[in-house]
DNA sequence: CGCGATTTGTGCACGTCTTCACAAGCGCCT
DNA sequence: AGGCGCTTGTGAAGACGTGCACAAATCGCG
């Protein structure tokens, strides 16, 4: 499940705050889900918890860590070093929770050579190389939209099969590999589209106003979407 | 739907290659998207594409950008400037789909006076003065997951309604107030799910392993999720 | 003017996810 | 040792999203 990451998360969050057990009720606040919910996951894990005391939380990580293939330090390659890409290269949380960054990539020979956080960008034709000499699992690509693609497939073709893309792009891959899509723009157009929706309702509370407002009762949007990670 | 802000992005990419009108089929395979996924979604728009003909790309782009509220140009408060908020800030593909960055805080006074892409950081405490100035509907939280709260509660305190989150933790707000969360190590560790599953089905075909590799076959995840943004 | 090719809009069925509610189990206290 | 309160695990019902398949509608061409 999607979720289980954040179930991680929380579950660290309480464990460097002393806490030995919990309930699903206060790791389901923690994570922000319906403690049924969490119960059912976690039922799905085989985890143990024990009726009338909760979860071990110590257990749980480890189990967690293992499910989501936590307890091998995933090699990372980063592709586009420019605004974002030196962001996400300087990133402390990927290291912090069982990812190394092992290698930058630019197609950019201005930026070929520059040192970040202890990593020195090399240029994209040097993937297969790297890739040879230390198993790459999990490629991230920061690129325009324009060299998305290119790069997805150069990364297919050194054996990546999980790509995390921030570019603006809907790529094509291979069946097998996993792509996941990062967007910030449409993070924000999500959020005006809530904007708007609250705007409307406020203004005019049952009033039909132009056939584009009317919104023909379809759109009714899921309330309260809160604290849900894409 | 979540789905609008990727449809407009594929037709904005259209229109620019010179495509008046788009078949269902034509723009579900541009987002990534079933076409009959995409008629209902743009059904529910109220959208009237011609039958035999297609989707008049002009006027879809206008109606989305409608319901979306992207007709306005928003104002963003973004806060934390730190290796993220640097990126963020610098980041051009607000600006060009309908957004403005319109202020950008930072607690650290060592950070305040700096100048990023025109704009100087401000201390947190200036939000409430910078605010009445301007309304500022949408927030964006850069800061570590300790002072993630504290600044949830600045914005909400000052009208802020819609909150975008990258702090690796959950937020309470009041109720009316939307919240989505954008967490990179958590897609990281989803993608390292999907590895660790793949390598485990490659590895023991039909062999069951130990009790925690057994995954007692609910644990089926969902085929080709791919490009599937949040 | 009529026919065929094409494409939208949608009814229907299916599978998934979510939530409630409760039985089963565990520990603690007396 | 027994009972009581608390918590997990899960069955069932309901909501929701998805995809197929087809009728209705429109355009172009003869």
Known sequence: MARLPEYLRALHNL??????????????????????????DLSQLGSYGTRGVGYDVGLLIDQIEY????????????VGVGNLGHALAGYDG???RGFRIAAL?????????????????????????VAAEE??????????????????????????????????????VPEGVDVRKVDLAIELQILSFHEHRKASLTALPAAGG?????????????????????
């Open 15 to 40: 464990a460097e705050t002393g806490h030995e057990t919990v309930s699903s009720e206060g790791l389901a606040n923690a994570a922000g889900v319906n403690s049924a919910k969490l119960r059912k």
């Open 67 to 78: 499910v989501l293939g936590l307890t091998q330090r995933r090699a990372v390659a980063l």
């Open 94 to 96: 990927f290291a912090s």
């Open 105 to 129: 990539f630019d197609a950019d020979q201005e930026r070929v050579g520059e040192e970040i956080n202890g990593l020195v960008v090399q240029h994209i034709d040097e993937l297969p190389r």
């Open 135 to 172: 198993s790459i699992a999990i490629g991230v690509i920061a690129t325009p939209a324009t060299a998305a693609q290119r790069v997805a497939d150069q990364l297919v073709a050194v054996g990546v099969t999980s790509i995390l893309n921030f570019a603006p792009c809907v790529l094509s």
């Open 210 to 230: 132009s056939a584009l407002t009317a919104l023909p009762g379809g759109l009714a949007v899921t309330e309260s979407q809160e604290a849900i990670g894409t």
